[in-house]
């Protein structure tokens, strides 16, 4: 279930009825987790401002945010990899990094859906 404000931001095409009461969250913004990867903290610091920015951010999202950011991470690490290596192995069979990358894309598109 999205919030009045992300569907304010967002549009409401088919027009629906809206409640105004709108349940939120704990104040404050999430803290990033120390033992993210320098690519998932950059991200983090990326993002959060801008969630805070649009209003439809809360501490609550930490598990959320640090997962997007993790897989954010494995996105640019599969990325690099794929470029460096290639698609396809020696072998004719898929690189493993293809997997990772699908599976982090889907992480990310899901993130995507939720917040923006």
């Known amino acids: 279930m999205k919030s009045n404000k992300l569907n304010k931001l967002r549009g409401d095409p088919g027009k629906r009825h809206r409640y105004d009461m709108e349940i939120k969250g704990p104040k404050g913004l999430p803290k990033c987790p120390r033992y993210l990867d320098k690519v998932a ?11 805070d920015k649009m209003g439809i951010l809360s501490t609550i999202d930490r598990t959320a945010l640090e997962i997007y950011c993790a897989a954010y991470s494995r996105y640019r690490q599969a990325e690099i990899e794929l470029q460096k290596n ?17 599976r982090a894309y889907d992480v990310i598109k899901n993130f995507q859906d939720r917040f923006v």
């Open 41 to 51: 903290k950059e991200e983090w610091k990326s993002i959060v401002p801008l969630l």
């Open 86 to 102: 290639g698609w396809v192995t020696e072998d004719n069979k898929p690189n493993a990094w293809v997997a990772i990358q699908n």
